[in-house]
């Protein structure tokens, strides 16, 4: 294993964890944000926090992810495993997730939000449990 692919390793799970965090994060603001009077102050806090967290980081962190992450592919020529094709359509559901959270911290923004505290609960368990997974198909290479 060369040194370039460790580095790129490196970075890429530096990259995951950022987007991870950030993934994980963003609906307990939506949780909080549903509690408070739209129009309020606390409301335009979170509406800033939840953009911050979007741009700066989930985005930067999800870019940098996949492109490390083909990468990593292209050099370890993972691609025909079978563990990393369905690796890569988890990676695929997550950045999906991802979309939902930026359309709703839109919703938001503009004072449209129509779920609940619970549906942002729940939703905030799906990249958990895409996360487990892709995990274990990374660490055991089951197939």
């Not at 950022?18 to 909080?32: E, I, K, N």
């Not at 919703?107 to 895409?130: C, G, M, W």
Request: proline share 4%; with cysteine; hydrophobic share 60%.
């Amino acid at each position: 294993m060369s040194n370039v692919y460790l580095w790129l390793k490196a970075f890429h799970i530096i990259a995951v964890i950022s987007w991870m965090a950030g993934m994980l994060y963003l609906p307990r603001l939506f949780v909080y944000h549903c509690a408070v009077p739209v129009g309020s102050p606390q409301s335009e806090t979170f509406k800033v926090m939840e953009w911050r967290l979007l741009k700066l980081i989930i985005n930067p962190a999800m870019i940098v992810t996949w492109v490390l992450g083909l990468l990593l592919v292209w050099q370890g020529g993972w691609h025909t495993a079978g563990w990393m094709q369905a690796k890569f359509a988890l990676v695929i559901a997550m950045s999906a997730i991802h979309g939902f959270f930026v359309r709703w911290a839109r919703d938001f923004e503009a004072d449209r939000n129509t779920h609940s505290q619970k549906f942002y609960r729940l939703a905030n368990e799906i990249p958990t449990v895409l996360l487990i997974l892709i995990v274990i198909l990374v660490v055991l290479k089951p197939f």
